[in-house]
């Protein structure tokens, strides 16, 4: 199921310290810059109700079951979409975001162990099936993510505490991710390289007149 609108959904994914964000606001520069219009959000957040569950899930100071967190997340999510996401694909914006359903597969399922279908079963009720035109998915070793992550921040969120083995299997997810639309991008190369490989594959989606569905 699509949007039913006529805008591209792009999503960026990896684990930590891939450098994420840097693409995303790279990306939205340059198709800015290109006059198409732009909506760039982060997962969790971007709505009061996800902003409130972004803050339980990450912050909370003791431990959850990966359950409770894959209803918070999707708490989150299931908002964003219906006032965010939707709305501006339908208007025919590009909606660039910075984790999605991949990160719930990623971190509740491999990482916590969560059973893969139940989990895409809520995905879906969650999100009504809206599904990304392109997923690029950022790929970094454990270890290198990690230090980028030590030298740039100095709080940790719950999932970044997490040990060197839950990462491993986080990565592993995302190594093995696949389906439409799914680019798997080299996130040790310099900045400009990821923005160029990216910026490839997004052009490609964007200029399709109309977002197909899937
Ligand atoms: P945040 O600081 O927003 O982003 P990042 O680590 O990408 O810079 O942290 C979001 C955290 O939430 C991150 O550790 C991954 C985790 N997460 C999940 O476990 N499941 C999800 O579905 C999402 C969207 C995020």
Known sequence: ??????????????????????????????????????????????TPVAEAARKVVLKFPHDMTPAAELFLFLTARTDLVQRVIR???EAGDVVIADRYNLS????????????????????????????????????????VGRERQRAARKVQDRFERQDDAFHRRVLEAYR?????????VDATQSK??????????????TALPIRGSS
């Open 176 to 184: 093995h991710a696949q389906g439409p639309g799914v680019v798997h």
């Open 1 to 46: 199921m699509g949007a039913g609108g006529s805008g591209v959904f792009v999503v960026v994914e990896g684990p930590e310290g891939a450098g994420k964000s840097t693409l995303v606001r790279s990306l939205a520069a340059r198709l800015q810059a290109e006059g198409r219009p732009v909506v760039t959000v982060r997962e969790p957040g971007g």
């Open 104 to 143: 719930t597969m990623a971190y509740q399922v491999a990482g916590g162990g969560l059973p893969f279908d139940e989990v895409e079963q809520a995905i879906r009720l969650a999100t009504g099936g809206l599904v990304p035109d392109v997923t690029l998915v950022l790929d970094i070793p454990v270890a």
């Open 87 to 89: 709305p501006a694909l």
């Open 192 to 205: 400009k390289a990821v923005l160029d490989a990216a910026w490839k594959e997004v052009l490609a989606a």
